[in-house]
């Protein structure tokens, strides 16, 4: 039998000292949890909470042709990021418009005291990282340079009091809008990490991503700055019921090859004034003609807890399967995303959920679950 080497963080080591529990994560070795899901999820809705992110992949996309050749491939507009400053994030799509992977772009322009070109940062999947890269390359113009960074790490702040953590670690970050994003220089010569307004709870914070000794100091100092606030390091767990609470989508679950980006109900992301990009036929004759099946959320009406894979019925008719479920540590309820025929969509549909070999009834309703 052969071993795979598990891939690992630079935080690594933290993890272990905190007591994580890690796992296994898409070839990654990453925590879990520190005391409990619960805990640390109530942490992020109350204090804030830090999340090692440094699987996701970083890649370096510039060059002459770099804007014509990310926007051609994107969803969404990348000219929001010149216009406003703010990162954009959008799908990358197959020609029938299923969906590759979900990712983030931040773009620097070209100044010419700083570089002779522009430069973006994308943040794609860890689960999609290779396959990403090598789809980025096949298409990628002789003017372009695509650069897959290595030996890097990235994490996220979230909760109520994140800001004024931040504010007193990283100066000008708090202060950036939502979506906002900075390139800091580090410590060493040619050194730089991103900080960008985002984040993947429904709380407020940033994400931040550089080399790998940078993100472990910048880590550490923020967990001294926010001990006094309640804030905690937090895994894969609660990451998983934080976002599942807001609706949002994770690739592998509720977006894939067979889904595209509106049965996901995601149209937000599409431009369709922006000009041609990959997929953007094959979406805009689903726009016209409607999809047959689509994403829907449900709350179960009774105890239980639904998970990925629960069926769903309608008047005694199956017709549906749970892409993410869990139960709703804010909301004291079972919540569930699920991809039924469309028809089953409309709010209030009364449906059942298979938990256990039980069907427990469940309502449709609108996202996201939690409202703060």
Wanted: aromatic content about 10%; some cysteine.
């Amino acid at each position: 039998m052969t071993m795979t080497l598990l891939q690992t963080s630079p935080l690594r080591e933290l993890h272990l000292h905190a007591g994580a529990k890690l796992v296994d994560f898409h070839g990654w070795e990453l925590p879990v949890q520190f005391t409990s899901i619960i805990d640390e999820h109530q942490a992020v809705r109350t204090a804030a909470g830090l999340f090692d992110i440094s699987h996701m992949g970083q890649l370096i996309i510039e060059g002459e042709g770099a804007f014509e050749f990310i926007q051609g491939l994107i969803t969404n507009d990348l000219r929001r990021t010149f216009d406003k400053g703010l990162g954009v994030y959008a799908h990358l799509c197959q020609p029938d418009g299923g969906v590759i992977d979900d990712i983030f772009v931040y773009g620097l322009k070209a100044t010419a005291a700083q570089q002779s070109q522009d430069r973006f940062f994308m943040v794609v999947n860890g689960a999609t990282h290779e396959k990403d890269v090598s789809w980025l390359r096949k298409r990628v113009p002789e003017n372009v340079s695509i650069i897959d960074l290595e030996r890097r790490g990235g994490f996220a702040i979230q909760g109520p009091k994140a800001l004024e953590i931040i504010r007193k670690t990283v100066p000008g970050i708090a202060e950036l809008p939502r979506f906002g994003f900075q390139q800091i220089k580090g410590g060493e010569p040619n050194e730089t990490y991103w900080a960008c307004r985002t984040g993947y709870t429904g709380e407020e914070g940033a994400e931040f991503f550089g080399p790998a000794l940078t993100i472990k100091t910048l880590w550490k100092l923020l967990q001294e700055n926010g001990a006094p606030f309640g804030l905690k390091s937090c895994g894969l767990g609660a990451r998983d019921t934080l976002r599942l609470e807001m609706g949002y989508p994770l690739y592998g679950n509720e977006l894939d090859e067979r889904h595209s980006t509106l049965q996901a109900g995601l149209e937000w992301v599409v431009k369709w004034n922006k000009g041609d990009f990959i997929g953007r036929d094959a979406l805009w004759k689903q726009k016209q003609d409607g999809v047959s099946t689509k994403l829907l959320a449900y709350e179960l009406q009774d105890r239980g807890v639904p998970r990925g894979g629960s069926k769903l019925f309608r008047a005694g008719e199956e017709g549906g399967l749970t892409t993410s479920g869990t139960f709703s540590p804010s909301l004291q309820k079972g919540i569930g995303l699920a991809y039924a025929p469309a028809g089953w969509s409309v709010l209030g549909t009364d449906l059942e959920v298979e938990v256990h070999n039980k069907r427990v009834p469940a309502k449709v309703v609108m996202l996201p679950f939690y409202k703060r």
